[in-house]
């Protein structure tokens, strides 16, 4: 009995030992590999709501302006087409226009993965933030700016040549409505008109909710609010292929639509960096023009005595003269203008030559 527990002690022992020297002969299993930090998500897109309402308002703006007809048949239909026109304050306006292309420019899906690509690592975003702070012009050089650049120009354009071109339609019609008597007539408060042409181009506009959202939507990479021109806008019935490329240079305003778009993309164009957003938008060339139309139609309101006149007001430096502004704010193509007729050459009557009695001859 107690060999036998001796034995299976030593049996025990044994096994042991062995065990462990097996143990000790395995291979050790490999190390965890290292944890590796996920790089930080780069910050959403992000516009500004200030600025979408401002591009909300210009678009609202040229819609409702360029929609005035050009048939009146009384005074106040012509009243109520000139609260329309005069409704834009000049500095908003412009701005308005730059926002629009902002967002116009992040609907380019090859310009804001473009800038986006610079978003991931935060030194190098933030130089590159720095740089279009400092130069918008920065914003050209990325892949797909020219195709941005061209939906901007494009869709600016042809909304200031539907301006331009219904307003040489209301021109006309001052000369055409003078057949009815009624337009021959004083116009009514004349003071008052002007007056409220003053105020108003003094207001800034209001944004409609709804087109607020859908170019919120927009920015964001949503539906788009323009769809994507042709590749040739002359080719009504061609697929559209692609986007058309505008090679630069572009206008001061372009420029600036695509450095806040590119700002955007970088998540630096929120409600927190409006003031510097603005910095960024700001345009006072292209503000000219718009301060000049309004004086001349201030000028215009303040002589115009009969309804007709106040037509010619609204279809040459309400509608034609903003129109042409935009046109060349966005550097789309102006409309040919036909040169003016030669004045006549001034006819000299040439004095008759009395002519001479003849001589007799003496006899």
Not at 203 to 224: E, F, R, Y
Not at 268 to 281: N, R, T
Not at 318 to 333: F, H, P, Q, R, Y
Request: net charge positive; aromatic share 6%.
């Amino acid at each position: 009995m107690f060999s036998t527990t001796r034995t299976r002690a030593a049996l025990t022992a044994i096994a042991v030992v062995a065990a462990t020297l097996l143990a000790s002969c395995e291979t050790p299993p490999p190390p965890p590999p290292p944890v590796v930090a996920a790089p930080p998500a780069p910050p959403p897109i992000t516009l500004s709501s200030s600025i979408i309402e401002k591009a909300s308002a210009y678009r609202g703006y040229m819609q409702r302006a360029a929609a005035i007809g050009s048939t009146f048949e009384n005074g106040d239909q012509i009243q109520a087409s000139l609260k329309i026109g005069v409704a834009y304050e000049p500095k908003q306006f412009l701005s308005g226009a730059t926002a629009y292309a902002a967002v116009l420019a992040l609907q380019d899906p090859t310009y804001v993965a473009s800038v986006r690509a610079f978003a991931t690592d935060p030194a190098q975003r933030q130089s590159v933030i720095n740089q279009i702070i400092a130069d918008p012009a920065y914003a050209v050089g990325f892949k797909g700016s020219d195709t941005a650049a061209g939906r901007i120009i494009d869709t600016l354009g042809a909304g200031g040549l539907k301006l331009y071109t219904s307003g040489k339609a209301v021109k006309q019609a001052a000369y055409d409505v003078q057949r009815a008597k009624w337009s021959l007539l004083p116009v009514l408060d004349r003071d008052g008109r002007l007056a409220y042409a003053k105020t108003m181009s003094s207001t800034p506009g209001l944004a409609d909710s709804a087109d607020v959202a859908a170019m919120q939507q927009a920015s964001m990479g949503g539906v788009p609010v323009v769809p994507a021109p042709p590749a040739d806008p002359t080719a009504a019935s061609a697929p559209v292929v692609g986007l058309r490329s505008a090679p630069p240079p572009y206008k001061p305003l372009v420029i600036r639509g695509l450095a806040v778009a590119a700002l955007a993309a970088l998540g630096y164009a929120g409600d927190d960096k409006l003031p510097l957003i603005e910095a960024v938008m700001a345009e006072p060339a292209s503000a000219m023009c718009l301060n000049m139309g309004k004086l001349n139609l201030y000028q215009c309101l303040a002589v115009a005595k009969p309804h007709y006149e106040d037509v010619f007001c609204l279809g040459q430096h309400v509608m034609i003269d903003t129109g042409m502004c935009v046109l060349k704010a966005s550097g789309a193509e102006l409309p040919y203008e036909p040169p003016p007729p030669p004045k006549p050459e001034p006819v000299v009557k040439k004095k008759p030559v009395a002519k001479k009695a003849p001589t007799k001859k003496k006899g």
